[in-house]
């Protein structure tokens, strides 16, 4: 079994910085890639970074400049620093990882519980 546990989130004013943790742990073999997904009230769940094992990054347009995906493979966790937040940043923020399990060999994609940001405007 796996389990991605976050932390981090937050109440925060507008201008201010956050940083959200995500620790994977369980019955893993490796990590290909982690990421930081977030959904807003009544919006889709999207993409707002993601870090490839070999150190590749993806940002969504609206955060670049901003937010820094980062990670400590030894330690199977990756990191979301937020800074200039924003209103429109408010969100549930998920945490998400494509592993590979060692026993069985799969290849699973597993989603922490969610962390709740907010930005008062």
């Known amino acids: 079994q796996v389990q991605l546990v976050e932390s981090g989130g937050g109440l925060v004013q507008a201008g201010g910085s956050l940083r959200l943790s995500c620790a994977a742990s369980?019955?893993?073999?490796?990590?290909?890639?982690m990421g930081w997904y977030r959904q807003a009230p009544g919006k889709q769940r999207e993409l707002v970074a993601d870090i490839t094992s070999t150190g590749s990054t993806n940002y969504a347009d609206s955060v670049k400049g901003r937010f820094t995906i980062s990670a400590d493979n030894a330690k199977n966790t990756v990191y979301l620093q937020m800074n200039s937040l924003k209103p429109e940043d408010t969100a549930v923020y998920y945490c998400?990882?494509?592993?590979?399990?060692?026993?069985?060999?799969?290849?699973?994609?597993?989603w922490g519980q969610g962390t709740q940001v907010t930005v008062p405007s």
């Open positions: 369980g019955n893993i073999f490796s990590i290909s890639t």
């Open positions: 998400n990882a494509r592993i590979v399990t060692r026993e069985p060999a799969t290849i699973i994609t597993k």
